[in-house]
């Protein structure tokens, strides 16, 4: 059973949103409406990782996992949030800065790093956000977690250059493992009761590299 309310992780899809440097714009226009048709249908238009969505293993490797054929059971699970509000505009998050859930980092939890930069939504600002380190995030997937969520535009730092410089290490280490990746999170200060359980389960767009998702996080009642 639920308890209490369930707090929303998603920021809205509409024209104009901000979206990562270089990818689709998002456009949702009136494709019929009740005045001329007798019902609404939008028409939209958006890459796949518009908005808070889900990278899958594809995104940044040929031979890996397609969103559609990764397990459910990843994308809805018991959460831990890491407060990295700490880490300064453009620096990286280290194992360091891990430290106070590391007790909590079992197989099977979904991570999500508060960095507190989704207040930045909108502005030019976002984009200079925090970032994991790849060394972070391969001792991440040694200690058996398989998701990872940040309020972000990214899991990496993100720049203007078609060549990165650190050659996208966090995404490297974390979907070379098989895990799932989300980013563009929100409202991670909402959650503020123990052992949240998360939902990130996204669309499922046949043999896509992502997908958007409705991200939300709730408290369950123990088994009785």
Same mark, same amino acid.
């Given at each position: 059973?639920?308890?209490?309310?369930?707090?929303?992780?998603?920021?809205?899809?509409?024209?104009?949103?901000?979206?990562?440097?270089?990818?689709?714009?998002?456009?949702?226009?009136?494709?019929?409406?009740?005045?001329?048709?007798?019902? *609404?249908?939008?028409?939209?238009?958006?890459?796949?990782?518009?908005?808070?969505?889900? +990278?899958?293993?594809?995104?940044?490797?040929?031979?890996?996992?397609?969103? +559609?054929?990764?397990?459910?059971?990843?994308?809805?699970?018991?959460?831990?949030?890491? +407060?990295?509000?700490?880490?300064?505009?453009?620096?990286?998050?280290?194992?360091? +800065?891990?430290?106070?859930?590391?007790?909590?980092?079992?197989?099977?939890? $979904? %991570?999500?790093?508060?960095?507190?930069?989704?207040?930045?939504?909108?502005?030019?600002?976002?984009?200079?956000?925090?970032?994991?380190?790849?060394?972070?995030?391969?001792?991440?997937?040694?200690?058996? $977690?398989?998701?990872?969520?940040?309020?972000?535009?990214?899991?990496?730092?993100?720049?203007?250059?078609?060549?990165?410089?650190?050659?996208?290490?966090?995404?490297?280490?974390?979907?070379?493992?098989?895990?799932?990746?989300?980013? *563009?999170?929100? *409202?991670?200060?909402?959650?503020?009761?123990?052992?949240?359980? %998360?939902?990130?389960?996204?669309?499922?767009?046949?043999?896509?590299?992502?997908?958007?998702?409705?991200?939300?996080?709730?408290?369950?009642?123990?088994?009785?």
């Amino acid at each position: 059973m639920i308890l209490g309310p369930i707090i929303d992780l998603s920021h809205p899809l509409r024209t104009g949103m901000p979206v990562y440097p270089g990818d689709p714009e998002v456009v949702v226009s009136p494709a019929a409406t009740v005045a001329d048709d007798g019902y *609404n249908v939008s028409h939209v238009t958006m890459g796949s990782q518009s908005g808070t969505h889900v +990278d899958a293993p594809f995104h940044f490797l040929d031979d890996g996992a397609r969103i +559609d054929a990764m397990a459910l059971a990843m994308f809805l699970a018991p959460a831990v949030v890491a +407060d990295v509000r700490h880490v300064g505009a453009r620096q990286p998050i280290r194992w360091e +800065d891990l430290a106070p859930i590391a007790g909590k980092l079992t197989a099977g939890r $979904i %991570v999500l790093l508060h960095t507190g930069w989704s207040a930045s939504w909108g502005t030019d600002a976002y984009f200079d956000h925090p970032y994991l380190d790849g060394g972070a995030a391969a001792a991440l997937v040694a200690a058996g $977690i398989r998701t990872i969520g940040i309020d972000a535009a990214s899991i990496d730092e993100t720049v203007a250059t078609a060549q990165h410089p650190s050659g996208f290490a966090a995404h490297h280490a974390l979907l070379g493992a098989g895990c799932a990746v989300v980013e *563009n999170l929100t *409202n991670l200060a909402a959650i503020d009761f123990p052992d949240p359980v %998360v939902s990130v389960l996204p669309l499922r767009l046949a043999d896509a590299d992502g997908a958007p998702v409705r991200a939300v996080a709730f408290r369950c009642a123990a088994p009785a």
